[in-house]
């Protein structure tokens, strides 16, 4: 059998050309949605785990981190992160890859506190609903986000698109000082 490489192709693109990007790629970042995010510690062990999105401006990705373990832990050490998302009807896989700030008070991060506790109310009547029209009992568990979290400020840097047949295709945008 005979493997055929696919070579990885790198694109610079200006901070426009990527925040043009983010738009199309919003309708996969919803509020409230979940998203697989990569990181990794300092001594070069990974961690992926889910993360709910809580915002998406231009380049920005604000994730909420409501458990606050590995992925807490290695931003802490190494503030670099990478988010993976899927389009479910193209079978087209997307790597967003950047730079964090955590964010764990002050001012944005209160407004953005604000937004989580509408987007788990938000959950709540959702799962609620489903519960009553399907008629499936509910665990207490199944409404508890937790009080205490963290928001992840990622700043993309590199949005990175895998298509179904292999293909790699990563766009670079750097900021210019």
Known sequence: MTVHKKKKIIERI???????LMVQLSVFLQKGSFVNVGTCSLERMPNVAPKLVAKVERNIVYLIDYVMGRTHHNLKENPRISVSLVDGKTFTGYQLNGTVDILEEGEEFNKLAEEFQKIKTDFTVERILL???TGEKATPS???LPEKFAIIKAKVIEIVEITSS???RSRLALETP
Do not use: A, H, I, M
């Not at 200006?14 to 043009?20: F, G, L, V």
């Open 14 to 20: 200006s901070p426009q050309e990527r925040d043009r």
């Open 131 to 133: 519960n009553v029209r």
């Open 166 to 168: 292999g293909g790699l």
């Open 142 to 144: 199944e409404f508890s």
